[in-house]
């Protein structure tokens, strides 16, 4: 059973910061990988779709990674703002399945 | 494009009441679905249509029910709300399965 997990659960950075949100997944059998962010009370907006045959996807400041074999991707966030401020979740959608395995999402607060 | 769109907002029901949790996308978008999303369960794929008339059971399909008739809209009915359906409701959309997905902005349902 796909498992997909995100570490930290929470992160607290200054502004200007670069960091990286991590997420693991147990099959690598996987069609494709996507970033979202998810502000409080809101709904899930798109960030990054990365498809199991890309090594990366780039988007601004943001660029996501996918190392299948391993099974974890990171989003790389450049020079952090406090309107990134949001929950990040990652998703992966397996070859067999139509539906798509969230993690819990780290929650990131950038600090002015 | 108005893009996902859901209503209502919050919608508060006692354990017995039905409802109808309304969903449209105006992306001419095949796919759609529906995910409730709850404190340390992460979000869970409910119910998923491939197109008009096709609808299939997700991962927690009981007490909830769906019919696709047409592109746009895709419904999801509560027959007798109970309060384990208390959660965040959220709707889906994408050209396909393999694409990326668009979610509203959800409803969130409390159930008394």
């Known amino acids: 059973k796909q498992e997909v997990t995100q570490i930290p659960a929470a992160l607290s950075v200054p502004e200007g910061e670069n960091l990286v949100l991590n997420c693991s997944f147990t099959d690598s059998a996987i069609y494709n990988l996507q970033w979202f962010r998810q502000d409080p009370g809101k709904g899930l907006t798109s960030l990054l779709l990365i498809q199991s045959s890309q090594r990366e996807q780039t988007s601004g400041r943001l660029n996501a990674s996918l190392d299948k074999s391993s099974g974890r991707s990171t989003l790389y966030i450049a020079a952090s703002q406090p309107g990134d401020s949001a929950t990040y979740l990652c998703a992966v959608k397996m070859d067999s399945s139509y539906k798509l395995i969230f993690g819990s999402g780290t929650r990131l607060l950038v600090r002015p | 494009n108005a893009g996902v769109t859901q209503t209502p907002k919050f919608q508060v029901l006692k354990t017995g009441q039905s409802m109808t949790l309304q969903c449209a996308q105006d992306m001419n978008h095949e796919y759609m679905s529906w995910y409730r999303q709850d404190p340390g369960m992460g979000l869970r794929l409910i119910h998923y249509s491939v197109g008009a008339g096709i609808t299939d059971q997700g991962e927690v399909p009981n007490g909830y029910n769906v019919s696709r008739s047409t592109t746009e809209d895709f419904p999801l009915r509560l027959l007798s709300a109970a309060p384990s359906q208390t959660s965040v409701y959220f709707c889906?959309?994408?050209?396909?399965?393999?694409?990326?997905?668009?979610f509203g902005p959800g409803t969130r349902l409390l159930v008394l």
């Open positions: 889906a959309s994408s050209y396909s399965q393999f694409e990326t997905q668009y």
